[in-house]
């Protein structure tokens, strides 16, 4: 395929963010939250990394450490061949004009107290690019390029709906043409009938300015359709990746076959048809973390192995990483 | 839902590419906005105004604001002039009418004034003999006797034939409009001097507060761990001492009881600004927009001063508004206990403290004073709630 021959964009690297967390008189006693314990994975210039997993298994940690606004307690950040883990703030500078982010919550990502004008020019002012009448150009050709009418670029983000306001953080993160574009779950928040306006706006936009997206979703069908890879995470931690098709035909992992049998089917016939894999316990907590491997507790296949050793991510053959057991 | 989704997106990829037509953006994309665009500043202001009792105390504020400025440039009498012959001179006189357009005021400190019609004093008449056993004084005015009777309170005047005058109609005082203190001096600009001295304590809380108050509470909430937990211990440290403490101390330094009173004000009067602003702020801080700014590089103090603190506004305002009545007040009962300013400057505080020894017979001495506090707390408190039902977006309509 010609597209292994691009070069990789982001490379990441036994990540890991821990969590200080204090309890006792004083806080005297330390424990660690292990939002995410060693996440590697790599990402091609021009496609798009789709990254899914339950609620509270390190997905938005593991975005917010790559585009530090967390400090990674281990592991490396490969991004256009310089480490940016170590980096400090000054020193990053450069490198946020290239990393942008588009959030979950449209309601919570804007400024309130600031203009659409004002939001969608603040990466601009920040870079010093260009003069205050080539930033209002910009803005407006943004607004136009995200499908939002030029002149609302001076009402304040309380005055659009979900969807619009979606669109403006768009604009802003392509404001300073960036090359790599995290999307942390950007249409969980929306309407359906919205959820795919945003999401083909998203490709449109891929496609035109050659962007690269991690897509963080809990939905799989939408991680499905947007990406071309797509990796699992189970408790801070990476249990299958592969290319999207070949995960949704053919799951490994015992947690990714539980996943997708979760996934609602509109015909009840072939709703009756299959087996859903059934789910038996809740998820531990991740400051309590069992044995071996983390989904030992859910998991229906174990064996002997699973609750002494922890199983590393290893290659089933075809580009299919599993970290399981059985496919050892 | 999902399924709903799986099923149009399963389905959209098994229509061939022809067949999807591309509409002009026009039609469908833009999205119009009805309503006319209000910004923060138009909507609060159309809701505050909204707001009568609000608006009210708005005007009252303006009204002192001014009065406090202007009136001493141009007002005949000034604060610490002493017209002895004028002592306790009330705002109200109750005339005798004599005939001849002779009128008298008597006061309650058994002094007889000669008024015009128009309540303008005219002067001191001067007795023409006291008879202090009979407990009586002797008038002659005009060539006719009055007498002075005091041998019962209140104090009675009655003509040649020892009959009782009664007083006619009452008019204003027209030399001095509010009366005039145990000194004789003019009360109206005593009370505009207070006001000055009201409102000069209410700008430094302000200033205090906005500066002192808003950056500390600010940056203790925004760099938050070890800084904050310092931060918010000194708060809590100033905050147990209680202000007259302070006040008594600095004044051992200082000697001017006013200077202690700003000077302690604008040392302590912050804290509780700082509280709130360091909660806001610990609220704030995790919101996705303060994570976006810091994705495009943005520095902490564009942060704080772009995005934290525009945010915090409302409570700001609202506290201060509350804090301002709360230091005028402060000021006042200083100076009432005698820890204020120094005579012969007057404040509230002195102004009420002075009219409490003679409160029984001049009791319009106190009223004034205690009037403009409590008209300037209640505006400002209306002010508040106005300001805060405005300024709190959840109500909006």
């Keep these: ?328 | 839902m999902n399924a709903d989704r799986h099923h149009i997106v399963d389905s959209a990829e098994h229509i061939a590419p022809g067949l999807w037509e591309e509409l002009a953006p026009a039609a469908t994309e833009k999205e119009r906005i009805a309503g006319e665009g209000f910004s923060y500043g138009q909507d609060v202001w159309r809701r505050f105004t909204r707001n009568k009792m609000a608006l009210m105390g708005l005007w009252i504020i303006i009204l002192l604001v001014l009065s406090a400025v202007f009136v001493p440039f141009f007002w005949t009498h000034n604060y610490h002039y002493q017209e002895l012959t004028y002592a306790n001179v009330p705002p109200l006189l109750p005339l005798y009418d004599l005939g001849n357009d002779q009128f008298v005021f008597l006061n309650k400190n058994f002094k007889l004034y000669q008024v015009a019609r128009s309540g303008k004093l005219l002067g001191l008449i001067k007795p023409k003999q006291r008879l202090v056993a009979e407990k009586q004084i002797l008038y002659e005015l005009n060539g006719r006797k009055y007498r002075m009777d005091y041998t019962q309170l209140p104090v009675r005047l009655l003509d040649e034939n020892a009959n009782e005058i009664t007083t006619g109609s009452r008019v204003w005082n027209k030399t001095y409009f509010l009366g005039t203190d145990a000194l004789g001096r003019d009360l109206f600009i005593r009370q505009i001097y207070g006001a000055r001295i009201s409102l000069l304590v209410a700008l430094i809380a302000t200033v205090v507060n906005f500066v002192i108050g808003v950056l500390y509470g600010g940056i203790s909430g925004y760099l938050g761990g070890t800084v904050d937990n310092v931060m918010m211990r000194i708060v809590e440290i100033i905050n147990t001492i209680p202000l007259t403490l302070y006040v008594i101390l600095i004044m051992v330094l200082l000697e001017s009881g006013f200077t202690s009173i700003v000077l302690a004000i604008g040392t302590v009067f912050w804290v509780d600004m700082a509280r709130i602003v360091r909660g806001q702020i610990l609220t704030l801080k995790e919101q996705e927009f303060v994570y976006a700014a810091k994705t495009m590089g943005a520095g902490t103090r564009r942060i704080l001063f772009r995005h934290l603190l525009p945010n915090t506004m409302g409570p700001i305002i609202v506290t201060l508004a509350m804090l301002i009545p709360g230091a005028i007040f402060i000021e006042a009962f200083m100076s009432f206990i005698g820890l204020g300013v120094a005579p012969p400057m007057a404040s509230w505080g002195t102004l009420c403290s002075d009219a409490l020894g003679t409160f029984r017979s001049f009791p319009y001495q106190l009223f004034i004073p205690a009037l403009a506090i409590s008209i300037t707390m209640f505006a400002f408190n209306f002010l508040v709630d106005g300001l805060r039902d405005a300024l709190d977006p959840r109500l909006r309509k």
């Design chain 1, 1 to 328: 395929m010609s597209i292994d021959t691009t070069p990789v964009l982001l490379e990441v690297a036994g990540l890991k963010k821990y969590f200080p967390v204090k309890h006792g008189t004083f806080g005297r006693h330390h424990h660690q939250l292990k939002a995410v314990d060693g996440v590697s994975f790599g990402i091609r210039s021009g496609e798009t990394f789709g990254l899914v997993g339950e609620s509270g298994c390190g997905k938005s940690t593991c975005a917010r450490t790559i585009i530090r606004l967390y400090r990674p307690t281990a592991g490396r950040i490969i991004f256009e061949g310089q480490d940016i883990a170590p980096l400090n703030s000054s020193e990053l500078m450069p490198v946020r004009r290239k990393i942008q982010m588009i959030f979950q919550d449209p309601f919570a990502s804007l400024n309130a107290r600031m203009t659409v004008q004002d939001i969608i020019s603040e990466p601009l002012d920040i870079h010093n690019i260009g003069t205050p009448a080539e930033r209002r150009d910009r803005v407006d050709g943004l607004l136009r390029r995200v499908g939002l009418d030029a002149a609302h670029a001076g009402r304040y983000p309380h005055e659009f709906s979900g969807g619009q306001r979606q669109r403006i953080g768009i604009a802003r993160a392509i404001a300073i043409n960036p090359s790599l574009i995290i999307c942390d779950e950007p249409i969980s928040a929306l309407d359906v009938s919205i959820q795919a306006q945003v999401v083909n706006m998203l490709e449109d936009l891929q496609a035109d300015l050659g962007l690269t997206y991690l897509f963080i979703a809990h939905d799989l069908s939408m991680v499905k359709h947007i990406s071309d890879k797509m990796g699992v995470m189970y408790l801070g931690r990476m249990v299958e990746m592969a290319d999207s098709r070949e995960i949704y035909a053919n799951p490994l992992h015992p947690y990714t076959q539980m996943l997708l049998s979760a996934i609602p089917i509109p015909d009840p016939k072939k709703a009756r048809a299959r087996t859903p894999v059934p789910m038996d316990r809740e998820i531990p907590s991740p400051l309590d973390l069992p044995m071996g491997c983390r989904f030992v507790d859910r998991c229906r296949q174990s064996l002997a192995i699973c609750r002494e050793i922890e199983p590393g991510l290893c290659d089933t053959g075809a580009g299919h990483w599993a970290a399981c057991h059985l496919y050892r």
